[in-house]
């Protein structure tokens, strides 16, 4: 038998991929066209356009890398990092540390300002450290996906533009779930992923880089040293009257994205915002009512991703497990330090619904 034909179809609520929606698979099975055709560069204006709008940016270099949000953060870090420059990480989870791995091996002098996993970046720390030393570019994970914490990036946005580093921020869990607002925040690096709030299949990174990063890319001492993810050679490809080949563009993916913003998009950006707060709100009701509680303090919650605590004596993977042999419904387990203690809830895109609140709270009754 062919295994694709007899796939489980299980409820995604974990930290991602999330339910891929309706209409994003109809555009997966579209006809692929070629990369160059008239009708996919105009598809990819469009997207390009539409991303712009989801992210509030007027930036020109905004587009969906190829690969997952691991290849947005190699992009935003390889174009813009030469060795010797400084950079620091705002840390409170599993994400900004690969950020500073990504930063460390491009050569940079990596500076970390820490925070307890569960707790957000504290801007009056992030003040005194910029009032004390200058820095190139200042990175920091606005949703970090493996505590379930919202970090402020509108505290966070005005002290970094005020230092002149360029701020880089990834928002790989939170675009689609809460505002990402580029240029009010003053962004020159930003990624994202498509497998969260987008509801569509891992596989793109939409991307944006303000001018001020594009000129301290055009300015580099050295090559990118990195030739599939340099920005320089693929905006040749993505803008422009013609159109040159870089590599051969994930067609059928781009449509999967194109459609899952516009899905986004024609709901209305408040309105799934609003739904995803209304599913959190519905789901931490539901929790608390089974005895449960949350990692994360009120106030800091993501509403996309929620981290619930362990209770003593109950068996972690044994719960995650019958989750998913009984009632089809994925979890994610805790990472690092978190690992047994929590598990991670994820209401992304199409799954932030009070339908799928109730089935998981139901479903998590029965097994605890
Ligand atoms: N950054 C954050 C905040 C994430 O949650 C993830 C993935 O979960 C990534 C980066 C890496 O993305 P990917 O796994 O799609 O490569």
Redesign the pocket.
């Given at each position: 038998m062919n295994k694709l034909d007899a796939l489980p179809n299980i409820l995604l609520l974990g930290?991602?991929p999330s339910g891929t929606h309706p209409e994003v698979y109809r555009a997966l099975t579209s006809p692929t066209l070629g990369h160059l055709d008239p009708v996919f560069i105009s598809l990819m204006d469009e997207l390009k356009g539409m991303l712009q709008q989801l992210t509030h940016t007027r930036n020109e270099v905004t587009f969906p890398v190829s690969?997952?949000?691991?290849?947005?953060?190699e992009a935003g870090f390889v174009n813009f990092i030469e060795p010797g420059d400084s950079v620091l990480v705002l840390i409170n989870g599993v994400?900004g540390m690969?950020m500073k791995d990504v930063a460390e091996r491009l050569g940079a002098r990596v500076d970390s300002l820490e925070f307890d996993w569960g707790t957000p970046v504290d801007p009056e720390a992030v003040k005194a450290r910029l009032a004390t030393r200058s820095y190139d570019l200042v990175a920091v994970?606005h949703?970090?996906?493996?505590t379930g914490v919202r970090n402020p990036l509108d505290e966070i946005a005005p002290l970094v533009r005020a230092s002149g580093a360029l701020f880089l921020v990834?928002s790989?869990?939170g675009l689609g779930g809460i505002p990402v607002t580029l240029d009010d925040w003053g962004v020159d690096v930003f990624y994202s992923?498509t497998?969260?709030c987008l509801a569509c299949p891992?596989g793109l990174?939409p991307f944006s880089a303000s001018p001020r990063a594009i000129k301290r890319l055009q300015n580099r001492r050295g090559k990118v040293p990195n030739w599939y993810l340099d920005l320089s050679m693929i905006v040749n490809y993505w803008a422009g009257e013609k159109r040159a080949y870089h590599h051969t563009a994930p067609i059928n993916m781009i449509y999967g994205l194109h459609a899952a913003v516009r899905v986004i998009l024609e709901e209305g950006e408040d309105a799934v915002i609003a739904r995803h707060q209304s599913a959190h709100e519905a789901l931490v009701t539901g929790l608390e009512d089974l005895g449960l509680e949350l990692l994360v303090a009120p106030g800091h919650r993501l509403p996309m991703l929620n981290a619930v605590k362990v209770p003593e004596g109950v068996d972690e993977a044994g719960v995650r497990a019958a989750m998913l042999r009984d009632h089809g419904i994925e979890f994610g387990a805790g990472l690092g330090p978190l690992a047994g203690k929590i598990w991670r809830i994820g209401l992304m895109g199409h799954n932030a619904r009070p339908e799928v609140v109730s089935r998981c709270l139901e479903a998590l009754g029965a097994c605890l």
């Open positions: 930290p991602g690969g997952t949000g691991s290849a947005g953060m994400f690969r994970v949703a970090e996906t493996s990834d790989v869990t992923g497998q969260k891992p990174a």
